[in-house]
Every structure is written in C-alpha cells, then in structure tokens.
C-alpha cells in the first residue's frame, strides 16, 4: 500500500553512507566569513578556531556550536557561510515552536499520516550522511504532555548515543554522529541545564548604529538589489538617508528589519524606473519620506524636566536593551506596598529589596520612624513591548522610591542599572552593551553602572560610550548623589 511504499521510499532516499569530503582550509574559511560578514571579528575567530580544533581532532569529539543573541546579528547567516567554507551541504531545522517529540524523533508508522521526524528529513534533503545541519532557536523548544523533546534533543546532540539516533518511523537506527551541528538562541536562560552543557557558546550581541551603516551599505542593500534585479547605478542612498533608516524607521539589535526597508525601496524603485523610464533614482534625506511613508519611530527620549518620583532604568532583553522608567507614588495608608504595571517576579522581589534597605536607612534620610506605617507606596512600571524581568532595576527603584518619600527630584538626563543588596549594596549586572546603546539612543547623558562591571565598560567600543558619562558605583549613597537634583543652597 501507499503507506509502505512511501516507507521504502524514505528508505531508499536517506544517504546512508554517502558522504562529502569537508574542506579543511582555515584561510579559505576567513576568507569566506569575511566576504560575507561586515564586523563580528570576535565570533569569527571562535569560529576559525573551532574549525582549527575540530581539523586536528576526531570528529565526534568536537563540542557543539550554538550561537547565542538577538534577531537579525546573523547567526543563521554565520552558520551557512560556514556550510560554503567547509563545502558542506546546509540544511536549517526551525526549532521554533516545537513542543511535540514527535517533530524530532518522528511517529510511530501505525498512526495515520505518518512522518518521520525533522532530524531525518532533514539529512534525507541533505543527501550526505555528514551535512552541516543548523538547528534554529533551540532556546523555543518547550515539552508538552506528548513526551520528552529536550531528551530528545539531548540524545541528538550526544555523540555517543547519536550514532545510532532512534526515529520511531525509521525503526532502523539513523547514524547522526557525522553531522556538524550548530545551533541558534536568542537567550541561553531558557535551554535546560544538561543541553546548555553539551554546547559550546559565542555570544553575539547589538549592532551600533555605525555597524548597521557599515552592513547595510556592503551587504544589505547589493543583496536587495541583485533580488530586485536592479543594477549598483540604478539606485543609490546617501548614508544620512541610511542613518536616518536605522534610527527612524527600525528598532532592532539586528539588522533584520533594516534588510526589510532596503527590499521596499529597491521595489518602489523597480516600479518607478519602469514606469517613468528614469536611469538612476538618489535617495536622500531629504526625499525618503516619498519612498517609506511617515517616520516609525521617534525615540522615547529622556524626559525633560527633573522629577520626583521617577527614575529610568535600564534594560536587557532577547532583542536588544531599552529604557524603562519606573514611577513611584506615596500616598496616605497604612504601610501596603503596591506593585503595578510590568513587572516580573525578580522585579517583585528586588522592588522588596529596596524598601528593606529605605527602612533601613530611614534615619540618616530624614524619614520619620512612622512613615512607613502612616503610608503606602506604589511602584509602577509601564507597559512595553517587551516583556522585562531580572535584577537589574533594584537601584531604579529604590532610588524612585527615597525620591518620592523624601521629595527629591531625580535628574532627567540620568539613567541606571544595578542590582541592589539589603545592605544598599550595588551588585553587578549584565547585557551592559546593549543597555548603554539603549541609553545613548534616549539622549541619556549620565549612566551609573555597577563597579563591579568596571571591565565590561572598558571593553566596549568607543562609539558607544562617547559622549556618555558612565560613573561606577558600589554603593546606594553613591547613586544618589548622581541622581538627585541638587538642593541650592
Ligand atoms: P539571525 O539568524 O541572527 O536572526 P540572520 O543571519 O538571519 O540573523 O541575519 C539577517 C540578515 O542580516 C541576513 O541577510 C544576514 O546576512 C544579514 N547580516 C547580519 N549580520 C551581518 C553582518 N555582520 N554582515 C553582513 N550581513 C549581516
């Protein structure tokens, strides 16, 4: 019947002992991943260093690659460039969403409409039994009643037992040991413990809006124009246009969106030079608008005026940093603290935090013994796009709150990120990158920085910190002697 027939077929079509032979020229690599990749200089050579490791070495002892950060950094694209260097077929398996065992190991033929899983669909397009196989998002894997799909991961990526990988169609075991895994994330806090062990991670973080000009100009818009079939004369934009694309029109860590934008021009402008039978469109600064419509975004900019009871914090998420200002109101009651808005459960507990340590501290603020039970406080912090949780507002919001208690303005130009101990310790934090890209982009100018972060603030390239005071901190006190507004005497 139709049923076995399709089996045997499957069968017959997986490439059992086929395979390429891998190319294993370290300079051919650089030279390919620097063709394709503007920037990126640490992740390529983790890369080349893993090719070099993995030359010198057996195969299955070679540890897995999973590259970890926002959207549109060009993980996927790392990845089959390194298919191209290494002469491999490049199969893509979307992890996304996968919930079900089954889309990994396959269902049992019994059950009607019988598939194998994506693993070996995956090598079966391959055609070799050692592709480069890249298995997108892990980090969105989540397991449902239908069985183990970390477990089953698991057994995917051990060399040990994915020689003999089990597909439930198959029956026969498949042999995974000879393909070249690599994986992608856009957070490492969501891949469980063991999976998270058997990988090897290169983080890749936000682009600057420099980098974005720099992609954008070499390798976006070429692409977008050879698929739009236009030629390099036909259309060019001037570089405020593209700066002006970057900061007005996308809002990424990536360059995703940024490639959407190029492909919309070079469509309009496709349209425009066959109906109007121009040779050559210039897109400018000036006439852009004509092209893309109103301005998307205009930057959430710092508030103007010093006020009391709000602090602007600063973020990390899986797609970037951004600002997040917390707002604090005190108001007869009898001691209720109220959280609203956004916050996440470390958030909760950090907000706690930081009221342990007012109370503490409440006699050298000048807080009447009684406060705290004459009146309740409420922190809020507004709605998102994105969903935010850690540590990292604790300093935020204490300082809000002491603002609000004590009637202190906060500067407006002032943003922070710090975790806060009982104490009014300042304890360090991480996505510092992103979260002082987020700032700048704000018109921040101040920045408190835990002290213990000393190290990454020196590791971060000069565009980004020009023209921002970072000041180290270590304690409470320290914060508020940069954030409050100063009292004329
Ligand atoms: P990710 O897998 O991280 O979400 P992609 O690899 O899909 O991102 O990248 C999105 C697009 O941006 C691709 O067209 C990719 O080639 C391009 N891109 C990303 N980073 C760079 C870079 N550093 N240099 C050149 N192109 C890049």
Known sequence: TGVIRTYIETLLDMPWDRVVKEHKDIEYARKILDEDHYGLEPVKERVLEFLAVRALTKKGDSPILCLAGPPGTGKTSIAKSLAKALKKPYVRISLGGVRDEAEIRGHRRTYVGAMPGRLVTGLKQAGVKNPLMLLDEIDKVSNDYKGDTFSALLEVLDSEQNRKFRDHYME?????????????????QTIPRPLLDRMEVIEISSYTENEKLHIAGRHLLPKQLSRHGLKAGQLSLSRAALGKIIRNYTKEAGVRQLERVI??????????ILETGKKEIRISERNLEKYLGKEKFVYQMANTEDEVGIVRGLAWTSVGGDTLQIEVNVMPGSGEILLTGQLGDVMKESARTGISYIRSVGETKGIADNFFKEHDIHIHIPEGAVPKDGPSAGITMATAMLSAITGKKVRADVAMTGEITLRGRVLPIGGLKEKLLAAKNAGIKTVLVPKENAR????IAAEITKGLEIRLVSQMDQVLEAAFVKEKE
């Open 172 to 188: 026969v075991p498949v042999d995974l040991s000879e393909v070249l895994f690599i994986t992608t994330a856009n957070t490492l």
């Open 263 to 272: 492909g919309n021009i070079c469509r309009k402008a496709a349209k425009e």
């Open 456 to 459: 990454d603030v020196n590791e």
